[in-house]
C-alpha cells in the first residue's frame, strides 16, 4: 500500500499565505508525478498544480503566479506555498502521487487537508 498525507490546512484571511505539505511513503518504488487537487463544495475536484519527475510543472490558470510547488525528492515529499489567498481558493485540497510500486503501478490520493480563506 502506499500511504499519502497531507498536512497545513487551515483558516487564512484574504490575502494570506498558507503551505501544504505531503508526504508519501509505503511500497513505492519510484514516483512519476506529485500533485495538488482540490474540490470546493458543490464543484467537481480540479487540478491546482502538478510537478513530474522530469521537473515539469502545471499549474490551474487561476492559480499561476500566486501558488508554487515543490518537492524534496529524498523524502517523497512535495509542498503547496500558497499566496494572495481569495475566498475562491476555499476547498479541500488533495494530494495524488502516480508512481510505480515494486510490482504495478500507483496512483494513490491523501484524505484531504481543508483550507478555508475568509475574513
Known amino acids: 500500500q502506499v500511504k499519502v498525507v497531507e498536512s497545513g490546512g487551515g483558516l487564512v484571511r484574504p490575502g494570506g499565505s498558507l503551505r501544504l505539505s505531503c508526504a508519501a511513503s509505503g511500497n513505492i518504488f519510484s514516483i512519476f508525478a506529485m500533485g495538488w487537487h482540490r474540490q470546493a463544495p458543490g464543484k467537481q475536484r480540479e487540478l491546482v498544480a502538478r510537478l513530474s519527475s522530469s521537473g515539469i510543472i502545471n499549474y490551474a490558470d487561476s492559480v499561476k503566479g500566486r501558488f508554487a510547488i515543490s518537492r524534496d525528492n529524498a523524502n517523497n515529499t512535495v509542498y503547496l506555498q500558497m499566496n494572495s489567498l481569495n475566498p475562491e481558493d476555499t476547498a479541500v485540497y488533495y494530494c495524488?502521487?502516480?508512481?510505480?510500486?515494486?510490482?504495478?503501478?500507483?496512483?494513490?490520493w491523501g484524505q484531504g487537508t481543508q483550507v478555508t480563506v475568509s475574513a
Open positions: 495524488n502521487v502516480v508512481g510505480r510500486r515494486l510490482i504495478g503501478t500507483c496512483d494513490s
